[in-house]
């Protein structure tokens, strides 16, 4: 084979393949290595071969015999979800492509009957101003929702809900959030986290009981996670939830803090610790459980509505709880289940943030189409200037994205695709940070005039800065994204290597073939092009070149650094922000397509959008690769980590003034 050639075999390959023959012939090998070739040493060398030849062929027997005791190998762990699979290099297009439809014609009417309905009353009924001016949302305005259903739009019809779907649900809190962030803050609080757990693990005598009235909008709910010491990490809680002596009740002592709707809710969703006694070691344990809380249960409390810079008509509040009794049938989803009911919540609820935010986007953009068309500078309208109409072009892609993300999420939940929560916290990191980069630019769009109060642009800008942080802040959700695609890889990388020791031959001869062909760069990813429209072609190349050497890196990266890739953030974030932008070309590659198969009239224009955006997409994702593997990146993250340590000893900033004092 050309010299050249083997450079270019990737280590992965030697390392991974290499090791494990090194580990299973390094004690035979060095004697051999140093004793002389003779007639003699080839007949005991081929006894020994056929000595071998035969144990593994009674150990193959005694594998492949009906009543051999041995264990099962185990498959290759395998994932359906098309994000996980990025990390392995690999194109699932089954959730992807085509782009969903779930809707029924009957299903279509029906959301589309609730429509109209919902636009006037937020143009004609609500004021968002006025809200954000009383920090609160006034009771003829909570009427008013009550009275649209607003309040249980996912509660199943025999409960009192307006029994919509995710798909349906999602087009309703499009067209609130793009009116006003205060009001969908409160719904969501609300329903797509507060009473949530109910809908998600609650038994029916639980339903029976409190479904009704919360969609009715007759109680409202609210979700308890966040304490003064546990934020994004969850699990360190410290509210206590302990068995009464008598059995019945659980008494829940502690605090939460910055709960939506935590003044004007009757009905809670808790989380706190049981300390429970191991019955093998007899220590004590805690075991995060949710609790569904009334006020009415006595010892809740509430603090005065915070002072916030944003959604300020929604109420946000502390609560207490002292001595609070809770009758046992009042768990959800079981004792030391906490955790999971806790993440399935935030991850069922988000795709509604999504397509809310997409709703908010497009207001933002209305708004500076209209301020461009009409404001004339330099004896010609604004929206003629290069630097405009770059701004609204980029302005639409992000919206665009965004609406794909969250139409794509709802309708792969409602045909029941079970793995989506990587693909559900992408979405809320995308929305929440285009939102902000939108109306940005529509600020910037109108001048001076976006700065004031009367263009109502300022108070969304205020108000979307939270959704950068809550329901999961968008640094955690990227690390937990990487993580969890590079601990999916982690663990079939170390399945693979036991099928290696065990010397399977149809995987080491798959597997090396693979490593072999991307080394010497024959392949070109998997064949997206089979499944997008033929205008889309070139951006169905680089979608699938951008999957095999995010795949290959990803690989590398984690045989260099094994375990302690977990201490690596900085590469890690970056390793986010890779598969965030191969999500996003594939998601927009998919709709596009669906749109030119259906005759969308804006096809044609889309297809020039995803073009743009997929173009710019490869060249970040190519950058970040390149970044993360790079010495010179390394050293600056190292220097990084040096130079925090110094500002943080100082407490300031550590240069010497200019001036000298």
């Given amino acids: 084979m050309n010299s050249s050639i083997v450079r270019r075999v990737p280590s992965s390959c030697a390392l991974l393949f290499n090791r494990v023959v090194t580990q299973r012939t390094a004690a035979s090998a060095a004697p051999k290595a140093a004793t002389p070739v003779t007639p003699e040493s080839l007949i005991n060398e081929q006894r020994d071969q056929s000595k071998e030849s035969k144990e593994h062929e009674k150990t193959k027997q005694q594998r492949l015999s009906p009543t051999s005791k041995s264990k099962p190998k185990k498959e290759l762990q395998t994932s359906s979800s098309f994000v996980m699979n990025l990390f392995r290099g690999q194109f699932y297009p089954d959730e992807i492509f085509p782009y969903p439809n779930v809707l029924n014609e009957e299903q279509r009417d029906n959301v589309k009957m609730f429509i109209d309905p919902f636009w006037k009353f937020f143009e004609e009924v609500n004021d968002a101003a006025k809200n954000d001016q009383l920090e609160k949302i006034p009771d003829d305005t909570m009427n008013g929702l009550k009275q649209q259903g607003a309040f249980g739009i996912q509660v199943p019809v025999e409960f009192g809900g307006l029994g919509l779907t995710n798909t349906q649900a999602a087009r309703l809190f499009e067209i609130a959030t793009g009116h006003d962030l205060s009001i969908s803050v409160c719904m969501g609080a609300h329903q797509s986290i507060g009473f949530k757990g109910i809908l998600l693990f609650g038994n029916d005598t639980q339903k029976q009981k409190y479904l009704p009235k919360l969609a009715a909008g007759e109680q409202m709910a609210a979700f308890a996670l966040t304490e003064p010491s546990a934020g994004s990490d969850a699990v360190s809680i410290k509210t206590k939830a302990e068995l009464s002596s008598d059995g019945k009740h659980y008494v829940l002592n502690g605090s939460k803090i910055w709960i939506s709707n935590g003044g004007i809710a009757d009905v809670f969703t808790v989380f706190a610790q049981v300390p429970t006694v191991d019955d093998k070691t007899g220590q004590t344990q805690n075991k995060m459980t949710a609790f569904i809380v009334e006020r009415k249960f006595g010892g809740l409390s509430h603090g005065p509505p915070e002072k916030k810079m944003g959604i300020k008509g929604s109420n946000t509040t502390e609560v207490f709880f002292e001595d609070c009794k809770v009758p046992i049938e009042n768990v959800l989803g079981g004792v030391g289940n906490g955790f999971k009911v806790a993440m399935n919540i935030l991850n069922n609820g988000r795709f509604g943030m999504v397509a809310g935010l997409s709703g908010t986007m497009k207001m933002a953009i209305r708004k500076s189409i209209d301020f461009a068309k009409n404001r004339r500078q330099f004896g010609r309208t604004i929206d003629t200037f290069g630097n405009v109409q770059e701004k609204l072009v980029r302005m639409e892609m992000r919206q665009y994205v965004t609406e794909s993300f969250a139409f794509l999420l ?19 990191i995308f929305a929440s940070e285009s939102a902000w980069f939108v109306l940005d630019e529509a600020i910037q769009i109108h001048g001076g005039m976006g700065f004031m109060k009367a263009t109502g642009l300022e108070r969304v800008m205020r108000d979307l800065r939270i959704f950068r942080i809550f329901e999961g802040a968008n640094d955690i959700l990227r690390l937990f994204v990487a993580f969890t695609g590079l601990q999916y890889v982690g663990s079939h990388l170390r399945e693979l290597q036991q099928q290696v020791k065990s010397f399977n031959f149809n995987v ?154």
């Fill in 410 to 428: 709802a309708q792969n939940m409602d045909r029941g695709i079970p793995e989506y929560q990587c693909e559900a916290a992408i979405g809320k």
């Fill in 508 to 661: 080491i001869v798959g597997e090396s073939s693979k490593r072999l062909r991307r080394g010497m760069g024959m392949t070109t990813g998997p064949n997206v092009n089979e499944y997008i429209h033929s205008s889309l072609h070139p951006s169905g190349i680089l979608l699938s070149k951008s999957i095999d050497q995010f795949g290959s890196t990803v690989e590398q990266i984690l045989i260099k650094y094994g375990k302690t890739i977990r201490d690596e953030q900085f590469i890690v974030y970056r390793i986010g922000d890779i598969v965030i932008d191969i999500f996003s070309m594939a998601a927009s590659l998919s709709r596009c397509t669906q749109s030119f198969k259906n005759q969308v009239p804006t096809a044609i224009h889309e297809s020039n959008l995803v073009k743009i955006w997929c173009e710019e997409a490869y060249d970040r994702i190519n950058n970040n690769i390149n970044l993360i593997q790079s010495p010179a990146f390394i050293a600056r993250t190292k220097l990084m980590t040096e130079l925090a340590r110094e500002i943080v000893d100082k407490e300031s900033t550590v240069p010497v003034h200019p001036l000298g004092f």
